[in-house]
């Protein structure tokens, strides 16, 4: 085996013999995070690798850690460990023609000049790790700022989620040219959304089912982002 001088290979890679010298003192020092990362390591197989940097923060300040949250992502990362994504998935609520639909008023053109003028709202579900059961966020969004005015969180997508929605995010007695836009959900097309609406003096307007490309509607809402913070994933 041919054998090289230290200076030819330093000299190879373009490397500074003190920095050579200085990562190898480096390697002789005892990891202050030794125990920590041990302990960050012992949460994530006793989790079964479903809680993220947020809940694994939480879980060290519970067993009496007292660490900063990014030094916490900090070492996951330098562990490479990686919390498995929750399924999240699009659901659909679309079942055909089973009551009134509404023009798309939209038109591709998503962003508002001002609050409150297109409003978005869907349902989107949330898997539960190591359970069967199912959350569905019904948000309402704001074009104009990306701002979500009102969400709920429910384990059935059904009318009262959209109806409880509805009533928070708009409270005023009425409102001047406001949209909101949705898909063609049975929820949407229910005699009772388009009474709210049209009491509030809101236009309804909805996605032609199949036709209208959906990529800016599905970016628009931050989903992944706010409902972290909401579920502390």
Known sequence: MTEFSLDLLLKAIKLARSTYYYHLKQLDKPDKDQELKAEIQSIF?????????????????NRAYLVNHKRVQGLIKVLNLQAKMRQKRKYS???GDVGKKAENLIQGQFEGSKTMEK???????????????KLYLSPVLDGFNSEIIAFNLSCSPNL???????EQAFKEKHYENTILHSDQGWQYQ??????????KGIQASMFTQG???????????LW????????WL
């Open 45 to 61: 197989i006793e989790h079964k690798g479903n809680y993220a940097y947020r809940r694994v923060h939480l879980e060290l300040r």
């Open 224 to 231: 992944h982002f706010k409902i972290r913070n909401v579920l």
């Open 119 to 133: 409003c978005y709202t869907d349902v989107t579900e949330f898997a539960i790790p190591a359970s069967t059961q």
């Open 93 to 95: 609520s679309h079942k």
């Open 190 to 199: 229910h005699d009772s959304y388009h009474r709210f609406l049209e009491s």
């Open 160 to 166: 009262e989620q959209v109806q409880t929605m509805l």
């Open 211 to 221: 036709k209208q490309p959906r990529q800016r509607y599905d970016g628009i809402f």
